[in-house]
């Protein structure tokens, strides 16, 4: 007999018992408590698969977290750290220079399944690895902090003060310039979709070789397991070269480019506009939450995706892992070969 059974007995049998039945606890969501912890990674959409020589390293230190005792928020933090250091990828050193040609600015999102915790930076800037600021807003009342105000709130957490611009965003801004003097070979004229000029809202002219053009977005991001089945989730992104002056995406919304719960975990990347619009994590954990394993998750949201808008995503179940994008830089085309576009990598 269980205790709450034999107390009701009691009451009962003293008469102090209240009107009302007394009803037990709800059983515990299903957890992967038997399943070995992993970490899985992706580089950004379309990221080309040499990458998987930084993405295979990032989640094996987040592999390594967990062995240490951390929990899966830290192995996913500590495999998108590890991104956001390379300056090959969009996200902490090496996020993309925006149209003026000197400003970069970041988001990023954390999300722990156990809890529900979740914490997110928009548009900051001048920190290193805007994930561990996202993870300090998760243990404010706050969930999302923007702009010149996420900048502080990292000064006051002790981030200093770091300028991300490295040598590989600057060869990528180059060819942004290159793309508009029309000396770039094999590109589409997206830009032309809208008038970037009529909006320019940055301080100071437009540069004139950059009046219109249309960046390519990324995101890194990494959601992890570990030994008593909990989930985690975290992301990072640069965002777009062309866009407006404190431009947000899905990064650092709620339930569009991560979530985590008892189920599972999502880090999605693309095209943010579009992630947000369908809530895209959210959506492919609710397929977890019903069994769906994860790779068919990751492949049924790709499929209903529309076939020109970029979109990639891993994610993470009690008993499984998927991964993949609907865009491939090495065959340059979309294409429903999802597992074997992006750089993506497990570590298990």
Same mark, same amino acid.
């Given at each position: 007999?269980?205790?709450?059974?034999? %107390?009701?007995?009691?009451?009962?049998?003293?008469?102090?018992?209240?009107?009302?039945? $007394?009803?037990?606890?709800?059983?515990?969501?299903?957890?992967?408590?038997? &399943?070995?912890?992993?970490?899985?990674?992706?580089?950004?959409?379309?990221?080309?698969?040499?990458?998987? *020589?930084?993405?295979?390293? &990032?989640?094996?230190?987040?592999?390594?977290?967990?062995?240490?005792?951390?929990? &899966?928020?830290?192995?996913?933090?500590?495999? $998108?750290?590890?991104?956001?250091?390379?300056?090959?990828?969009?996200?902490? /050193?090496?996020?993309?220079? =925006?149209? *003026?040609?000197?400003?970069?600015?970041?988001?990023?999102?954390?999300?722990?399944?156990?809890?529900?915790?979740?914490?997110?930076?928009?548009?900051?800037?001048?920190?290193?690895?805007?994930?561990?600021?996202?993870?300090?807003?998760?243990?404010?009342?706050?969930?999302?902090?923007?702009?010149?105000?996420?900048?502080?709130?990292?000064?006051?957490?002790?981030? =200093?003060?770091?300028?991300?611009?490295?040598?590989?965003?600057?060869?990528?801004?180059?060819?942004?310039?290159? @793309?508009?003097?029309?000396?770039? !070979?094999?590109?589409?004229?997206?830009?032309?979709? +809208?008038?970037?000029?009529?909006?320019?809202?940055?301080?100071?002219?437009?540069?004139?070789?950059?009046?219109?053009?249309?960046?390519?977005?990324?995101?890194?991001?990494?959601?992890?397991?570990?030994? !008593?089945?909990?989930?985690?989730?975290?992301?990072?992104?640069?965002? /777009?070269?062309?866009?407006? +002056?404190?431009?947000?995406?899905?990064?650092?919304? +709620?339930?569009?480019?991560? +979530?985590?719960?008892?189920?599972?975990?999502?880090?999605? /990347?693309?095209?943010?506009?579009? @992630?947000?619009?369908?809530?895209?994590? =959210?959506?492919?954990?609710?397929? %977890?939450?019903?069994?769906?394993?994860? !790779?068919?998750?990751?492949?049924?949201?790709?499929?209903?995706?529309?076939?020109?808008?970029?979109?990639?995503?891993?994610?993470?179940?009690? *008993?499984?892992?998927?991964?993949?994008?609907?865009?491939?830089?090495?065959?340059?085309?979309?294409?429903?070969?999802?597992?074997?576009?992006?750089?993506?990598?497990?570590?298990?």
């Amino acid at each position: 007999m269980s205790t709450l059974v034999a %107390l009701t007995a009691v009451l009962l049998a003293s008469g102090s018992a209240p009107a009302a039945s $007394v009803e037990p606890p709800a059983a515990p969501a299903p957890t992967a408590a038997r &399943a070995p912890p992993a970490v899985v990674v992706h580089g950004g959409a379309g990221s080309a698969r040499v990458r998987m *020589d930084a993405t295979g390293p &990032a989640a094996q230190r987040g592999l390594e977290v967990l062995r240490g005792g951390g929990s &899966a928020l830290d192995a996913a933090i500590a495999a $998108v750290v590890r991104l956001e250091d390379d300056c090959r990828f969009n996200a902490g /050193t090496g996020a993309n220079i =925006r149209m *003026d040609g000197k400003t970069v600015q970041m988001d990023a999102a954390v999300m722990d399944g156990a809890t529900g915790g979740f914490g997110a930076v928009a548009a900051i800037e001048r920190v290193k690895n805007p994930v561990l600021v996202a993870r300090k807003v998760m243990e404010t009342p706050h969930l999302l902090v923007v702009g010149d105000g996420a900048t502080r709130f990292a000064r006051a957490m002790g981030f =200093r003060d770091h300028d991300p611009i490295c040598p590989e965003s600057r060869a990528r801004y180059a060819r942004v310039r290159r @793309i508009l003097s029309g000396k770039e !070979q094999g590109t589409v004229p997206a830009w032309r979709r +809208y008038d970037w000029r009529k909006a320019w809202n940055f301080p100071g002219p437009i540069p004139a070789e950059l009046k219109e053009a249309l960046g390519t977005p990324d995101t890194v991001g990494a959601v992890a397991r570990d030994a !008593q089945g909990r989930f985690a989730a975290a992301i990072s992104t640069g965002g /777009t070269t062309i866009t407006f +002056y404190g431009r947000v995406g899905d990064v650092p919304i +709620y339930a569009a480019g991560i +979530y985590a719960g008892p189920h599972g975990a999502v880090a999605c /990347t693309g095209n943010g506009e579009d @992630i947000v619009k369908r809530l895209v994590a =959210r959506t492919v954990y609710d397929d %977890l939450a019903r069994g769906t394993p994860a !790779q068919e998750a990751v492949e049924r949201a790709l499929a209903a995706f529309p076939p020109d808008v970029d979109l990639g995503l891993v994610a993470l179940s009690a *008993d499984g892992e998927g991964g993949g994008c609907n865009y491939s830089a090495e065959r340059k085309a979309f294409d429903v070969r999802y597992r074997e576009n992006m750089a993506w990598s497990v570590a298990r």
